[in-house]
């Protein structure tokens, strides 16, 4: 049977959209799947997708999932997508109630695996990983792109030192949590001074110094946990 070349384009394409990487290759565009956990624990029925617009909100047109009852997510996505995975939404597992924050990771490029926490959520807002693994006191090796934060108490622990903090500087300043983060990814020290200075630029107005001594001692003593 002679094949047309109508009939050719048409099977080919049907086998590039039944899997493959991500990226344009001989003309057809090729997707890769992404998928991880969302939260440090996890936050289930999170909404989680692809800021393509960068404008730190999942909008219609943007790749979007959401994450199962155990935190879990996975979508497709373009193989040369760099834009950076938002997860807002849901319910957090620890605590019982919705989150109402905002994480971020960056999109990755050497793997298909990507957990979304605060730290990666540090490292998509430009923190240096070193200057903050010093600052958390976390031990070199650990690929927090990877681990699930539940397998590992420092990082558990970590995750929930930077969450905590930044809920509460949001809480205070008023502003949203990823200007927050943000602003703490631009950190080199936490101590009571840096997050005061941060609170009260933050804030744009005069806060009493009880509520940066507050951030600061939750700060330490989820440290000394």
Known sequence: MKLTGAFIT????????????VGVHGGYVTT?????????????RALVGVDTNL????ETGEVRTFTDDDGYYAFRVREDSNSPIILSGGIDSILEIPFTGNFQAAMPSQTTTQMITPLTTLLAFGANEFTVRTLLNLAPGIDWNRVNPIDNFPLFR???????????ISTVAQKPQFLVFQELARLNTLSLQSIDSLVSSMAQTSISPDMSTLVYESFRDIGNA
Do not use: E, H
Request: hydrophobic fraction near 40%; charged fraction near 10%; proline fraction near 0%.
């Open 55 to 58: 404008n730190n909100i999942l």
């Open 32 to 44: 890769k799947t992404i998928s991880g956990i969302g939260g440090d624990g996890f936050i289930r």
């Open 158 to 168: 970590a995750g929930v030192q930077v969450q905590t903090m930044s809920s509460q």
């Open 10 to 21: 048409l099977f080919v394409f049907f086998l590039c959209g039944c899997g493959g990487g």
